[in-house]
Each structure stands twice: as C-alpha cells, then as structure tokens.
C-alpha cells in the first residue's frame, strides 16, 4: 500500500529531492550488513567497496530503499550459493560513481527487461510491479541513472554470468574539483 501511495505523489512529474552529501562506501557498507542480518543472507553476500571513498548526493533513506529493492530482488532471484550476491562501489574512468547490485540469476526474457523499469509491470502474480519503477524515480530524482545490464563476476575463481544493476552517481558538489556549475545529468526516460 505504501508503494501505490508513493507512486500516487510522484505521477507523471519530474521530481527532485533534496540531497545530502553521503559517504557511499560508508551507507553502503551499513545497509548491506544489517540486510545481510535481517534476512539471514550473510554467506550469500560480498560487498566490493571502491578505494577511492566516494561521496554524493543522496538522502540517506532513499539509498537504503533503493538498495534494500535490488537486494531483495537479488535474493529473490539468486542460487543462495556462497556469495552469489555482490553489491560493488567503483568509480569509473570518466568520474563517475557507480554502485551495482549483481547476483546470479538466470537471465531474464527479453519481455520483462524490456519493461523492467515501467510501473506496475511484474513477471510475479504476487508483486505489485512498483519497486523498480520507485527505484527510478527515486535515482532520477536525486540525478542519478539506474540501469540494467547481464555481465559476469567469478565466485571462487569461476566466471559466472547474472543480473546486474548498475546506479552511476552525482558526485558530491563539494567534493567535485570544478568550481564551475552543477552539471545535469542524462536522464533518457524523460
């Protein structure tokens, strides 16, 4: 019910919310591991956080839904073997600050990744079809991208392919080295 009352207030309007300037690696550490414990999902989880101590403009509570969304869908979907859900920080070559969430699922019909981010669309009789789509809308609103791609990550030295979610993330203002204006972000949905 929270859901469809959240996507009630947000409709068809661009949003934006109000950003803090967040620690990644920090958040993404805390959420992980009391996820990890509230579901009893310890041995299936590896956490890989970036060196370089990202941070960027996010509302606490919103990262924590985002990331408890694609954990719990990892879950859902995952072998339950030892670490085949990996959750990463990295920042890549061109400056950007990516958090994704892999597991090793199967990979999905091209009739649902088509439509993975729309609202109230499900391939389960049992979902309401609203968490990626908040998920969206909640990165959007914050200038970010999240996006979806199959790729491959080795649990104990074997190469496996899976699911994996991929959020690039504005970079802290304060954090940027440009005194020159915000830059504002790709949003292709729109």
Partial sequence: MEEVLNISRVGN??????SHTLALNESVARICRDWAQQTGSD??????????????????????????????????????????????????SSGMVVLGVWSDSPPMEQSVEKHLFEP??????????????????????????ITYQRSRRDIHANSNGGNEFLISLRRSRSANEDSGPPSRPFIPWH
Avoid: W
């Fill in 13 to 18: 309007r661009a949003i934006s919310f109000e």
């Fill in 43 to 92: 041995a299936m989880l590896r956490v890989n956080l970036s060196g370089a101590q990202p941070d960027v403009d996010f509302e606490p509570e919103h990262l924590r839904r985002v990331l408890v969304n694609l954990l719990d869908n990892a879950r859902r979907y995952a072998s339950k073997k030892a670490e085949s859900i990996q959750v990463s920080t990295h920042v890549s």
């Fill in 120 to 145: 109230f669309f499900s391939s389960e009789s049992r979902s309401s079809g609203l968490g990626l789509y908040i998920c969206r809308e909640l990165c959007e609103g914050h200038g970010a991208l």
